[in-house]
């Protein structure tokens, strides 16, 4: 069977943590690009990667290389994707996806235009008990599905010049954290909320701090989200059916359920591994490209896409829409 030829486009920290757990049957890390080819080159050596690239160009045009992952900035995510596909390649990119619904629009017009996947690297559609937990659920193994629950805070220094504040890298919790907890929640519901309340409070910059959401879909299943840069929080979710409720910490990569029925009985659920999330994003991706069958999670994607850009415009982000 062929094996899919991968390459890194961005060497920050989360295409470390890439580099570091790649290991699949079917693909092959050959790759690395960076601005600088130092800095690509130390890369390379760092993880036994065959190539080295000083720029994201050179990597996109190998003829050897399938599939990029794609882990630069937010703001910069449309533009390197569109390259990347005008290059020929296929894109797993990094949350979020794009800036805008606008932005992620012209994407997916110029991908399937061109016959190439786009994927968003979220590890919650890929993860083997969101898979199963979701099995069950949808199977009605706990009542009618009530009510969706997520939580995520990650207490940031407020200091106005690290990418988590500035708007020129995309900063704001909605863009880092609350794709997070929006896909936890989106994934759960039979479908996309259609009437929605938000509050979020911005910080100096411009960017969101914090914020919390309600939202109601045609099945009355009723969602709600918490996100926050300026208090810890956990990461929670919380799946409640009319006979038990399912509780999963650190959902981004659980690998671990609890079941609380209704006379108190108690269940966990086992699946995958968290240590394994990244690979279960390549696998996905790689066995798409070997079978021609799509495994990318596009639509959740987009109705996340789209509930980001309506909380955005509502919080009065005006500069995330002016260029």
């Given at each position: ?10 060497l ?8 570091s757990a790649?290991q ?14 130092q800095k ?11 190539k080295a690239?000083?720029s994201?160009e050179?990597?996109a ?5 399938d599939?990029?992952?794609l882990?630069?900035p ?5 533009d390197n994707?569109m390259?990347i ?8 990119c ?10 992620l ?41 009530k009510?969706?629950?997520?939580y995520?805070?990650?207490l940031?220094?407020a200091?106005p010049?690290?990418?988590?504040f ?5 900063g704001?919790a909605?863009?880092d ?12 519901l ?8 938000t ?5 100096e ?8 959401f ?8 009723l ?6 840069f300026r ?10 059916c009319?006979?038990?409720?399912i509780?999963i910490m650190?959902?981004?990569r659980a ?5 609380t029925y ?7 659920i ?23 069958q799509?495994?990318?999670a ?10 980001m ?7 009065k ?7």
């Amino acid at each position: 069977m062929k094996t899919i030829k991968w390459g890194i486009v961005g060497l920050g920290g989360i295409a470390h943590s890439f580099a570091s757990a790649f290991q699949s049957e079917h693909a092959e890390l050959v790759g690395v690009a960076s601005r600088t080819l130092q800095k690509a080159y130390d890369f390379s050596k760092q993880y036994s990667i065959p190539k080295a690239y000083g720029s994201y160009e050179q990597l996109a045009y190998d003829p050897e290389i399938d599939i990029v992952y794609l882990a630069t900035p937010n703001s910069y995510h449309k533009d390197n994707m569109m390259m990347i596909l005008k290059a020929g390649k296929h894109v797993l990119c990094e949350k979020a996806i794009t800036m805008t619904k606008a932005e992620l629009d012209e994407v997916l017009s110029y991908a399937k235009e061109k016959n190439l996947i786009v994927a968003e690297a979220m590890t919650i559609y890929h993860m083997p008990l969101m898979q199963a937990v979701k099995k069950r659920v949808d199977a009605g193994e706990f009542g009618q599905l009530k009510m969706v629950h997520a939580y995520f805070g990650s207490l940031k220094e407020a200091d106005p010049t690290n990418r988590f504040f500035n708007p020129e890298l995309g900063g704001g919790a909605l863009l880092d954290i609350g794709v997070y907890a929006l896909s936890f929640v989106r994934f759960f519901l039979s479908s996309q909320p259609h009437i929605r309340q938000t509050v979020g409070l911005l910080y100096e910059t411009g960017v969101d701090e914090m914020s919390s959401f309600q939202l109601l879909n045609e099945q009355d299943e009723l969602a709600t989200v918490t996100i926050s840069f300026r208090a810890k929080l956990p990461k929670q979710g919380i799946i409640a059916c009319e006979d038990a409720y399912i509780t999963i910490m650190n959902y981004p990569r659980a690998d671990q359920a609890l079941i609380t029925y209704a006379d108190g009985r108690t269940e966990t659920i086992e699946s995958g591994e968290t240590a394994q999330a990244l690979n279960y994003e390549v696998d996905h991706l790689s066995e798409s490209l070997l079978t021609g069958q799509h495994l990318t999670a596009m639509d959740l994607t987009k109705d996340v896409n789209e509930l980001m850009n309506w909380a955005a415009k509502e919080w009065k982000m005006d500069w995330l829409f002016e260029s």
